[in-house]
């Protein structure tokens, strides 16, 4: 489903048709991606679920199997995609995401640079963030994953805003018909130090950078080349503290996810402390929100920098790439 306008695919207010990328989600942790095809069906744990019952309700709906279990249909969000790819090498998750979008300025409208593309699940959000008038270019020196992520960004209704290319960065650099047209450049390579002179020619005037790298080795060297060209180094390493919330009753019961749990032995009530701990509220069931075991720690440190800018004349300015 190669929706016409970028940006209605995008829209988690609509029905959905045949030809959908829908989300199952069944709990937090169990979601898968499904293309929804009338004569097809999904059978898991909770029973045999008919596509034909999908087709016309909108996003968000419930639907159930014929052994009366239940999950629920999603658009397939940036943020979903990211929990559902397949995963061809690392990726960057949500809280890096929201960081890169944020901390690069990206907006509507942006030109971004992107090596490598990977499994893509960055350049899924900066695809939303530059829509509808922008564009993101990605580039991987793997051909096999430079052509799994273009059938991806199909099936996410992302291909009009993003070109894949196939390139050695490290060894190349970007192509030179972007140089001075881009709103921010994105790395994550081996070795982005490589990379950084040609992200440096390719950037606006004031234009931004970021590189991801997993050791601190890859950072003092990025930064190295960096101080040339580039201004307002700033490295930052983004940890997330994730919670689990659920809703605890008495007996074993059915929550309000696919699957059912058992209520854990009885705690004296507590309140919310400042370390956070578990937290019950009264009521109806009751509210528990405890750290994950499982959080994720490091990830990778995020290098951002600004390209130098020389004043010039009747206000007018030149970045260090012509000078
Ligand atoms: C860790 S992955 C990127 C993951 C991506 N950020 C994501 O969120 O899915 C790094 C990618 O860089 C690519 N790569 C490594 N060296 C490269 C080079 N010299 N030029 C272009 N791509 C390169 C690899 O093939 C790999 O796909």
Redesign the pocket.
Known sequence: MIATDPSEKLSLYRRIREGDLVIVYERHDSMKAVKVAEGSVLQNRFGVFKHSDWIGKPFGSKVFSNKNGFVYLLAPTPELWTLVLSHR????YIADISFVIMYLEIVPGCIVLE????????TTSLARAVAPTGHVYT????EQ?AVSARVDFEKTGLSRLVTVGV?????EGFPDEFIGRVDSVFL???QPWLAIPSAGKMLKPDGALCSFSPCIEQVQRSCETLKTKFTDIRTFEVLLRTYEVKEVRETSCQGDEGGSFKSPPRKKRQHSTEKGNVVEASGPGKIMAKPCGEARGHTGYLTFARLKCLPLKDNQVCSLRSA
């Not at 090498?89 to 960057?92: D, N, V, Y």
């Not at 090596?115 to 960055?122: D, E």
């Not at 580039?139 to 793997?142: P, R, S, T």
Request: glycine residues 16%; hydrophobic residues 30%; charged residues 20%.
């Open positions: 090498t690392q990726i960057l090596s490598g593309t990977g499994s893509g699940s960055l580039f991987d020196f793997h994953r390139r050695d960065i490290q060894g994550d390579l081996p």
